[in-house]
């Protein structure tokens, strides 16, 4: 494994517009996040694992696709969306979740839902800051609706959103997401979503990555085995701890810190280094916009 000591600074993520929009919304879209040849690599690698191994009329879905294909592995920590994961979790972001998806014409059709335990959702515990921050990169034109188009509600994520939702009916307010390939949205897991059917031509391919706190656990345990040339930052995000719960609630002094930038509190006496407690952008700066 390549690794360095050296301590990267953090990835830029929210500026002070796009948490107005996210905290507000529940939602925030970038175009051109991708660059064309990163799209072409990203679909190139989709070609060569998958190919034509779908099945029509279903949602095909590849789970931890870093860890079968590792050419996807430039995903755990791009510099285009890891700042805002950053944002928000600090030094003990994890990367939970990396699937891909490909919804081929007629395909089954999402009914509303938002992302996580339905009983006792998230927000319960948390209502500000989401505890499953989603990223998906757009690999197909999207230009109109029933394209398998992400549709939301805006302002459903907010703790005194009360209205529930199901089937696939619209609902009042929703929103319809068209956008270009290369494509990045960012939205939070409390938010009510659902897919519009694909009544296209085309198929629509697309990756979601999902950071929580390392403590949220329920998604996948990454083997360190299983990647032989993971970054420091790379490793780091993908938590290979197996299933040692202390080390997921708190992590071991080598990973910390994650990356320059968390502003430290003066501790009374030295402490070890992954004890010092380290407050977030969110608590810095965002939360007083």
């Known amino acids: 494994m390549k690794m360095t000591e050296e301590i990267k600074p953090a990835p830029p993520?929210?500026?002070?517009?796009?948490?107005?929009?996210?905290?507000?919304?529940?939602?925030?879209?970038?175009?051109n996040a991708l660059s064309e040849k990163q799209v072409e690599e990203l679909l190139g690698a989709v070609n060569r694992y998958v190919g034509g191994a779908t099945e029509k009329e279903h949602t095909n879905k590849v789970e931890n696709i870093i860890a079968k294909h590792h050419e996807f592995a430039s995903l755990i920590d791009l510099e285009t969306h890891i700042g805002y994961a950053y944002d928000i979790f600090g030094d003990q972001t994890r990367?939970?979740?990396?699937?891909?998806?490909?919804?081929?014409?007629?395909?089954?059709?999402?009914?509303?839902?938002?992302?996580?335990?339905?009983?006792?959702?998230?927000?319960?515990f948390s209502p500000v800051l989401p505890l499953k921050l989603r990223i998906g990169y757009w690999l197909t034109d999207l230009p109109r609706e029933e394209m398998g188009n992400f549709v939301y509600i805006p302002g459903s994520h907010l703790p005194d959103y009360e209205a529930e939702h199901a089937g696939i009916d619209e609902v009042a307010g929703q929103k319809v997401l068209t956008c270009r390939k290369g494509s990045m949205t960012i939205f939070g897991a409390n938010l009510w979503h659902r897919i519009q059917p694909n009544h296209s031509d085309v198929t629509r391919i697309n990756v979601f990555l999902s950071y929580t706190p390392t403590w949220v656990n329920g998604y996948y345990f990454q083997n360190l085995e299983d990647y032989p040339d993971l970054t420091r930052e790379q490793r780091i995000l993908l938590r290979p701890y197996g299933k040692s719960q202390e080390d997921f609630s708190r992590p071991p002094a080598q990973?910390?810190?994650?990356?320059?930038?968390?502003?430290?509190?003066?501790?009374?006496?030295?402490?070890?280094?992954?004890?010092?407690?380290?407050?977030?952008?969110?608590e810095q700066h965002l939360r007083h916009l």
């Open 13 to 31: 993520g929210f500026t002070d517009e796009q948490w107005r929009t996210f905290a507000a919304e529940g939602l925030l879209h970038v175009e």
């Open 95 to 124: 990367l939970s979740q990396n699937d891909l998806f490909m919804r081929p014409p007629g395909s089954v059709i999402n009914h509303w839902h938002f992302d996580g335990p339905r009983a006792v959702p998230y927000r319960v």
């Open 255 to 282: 990973d910390q810190p994650l990356y320059l930038g968390g502003l430290e509190r003066p501790a009374p006496e030295p402490v070890e280094r992954h004890k010092v407690r380290r407050l977030t952008r969110y």
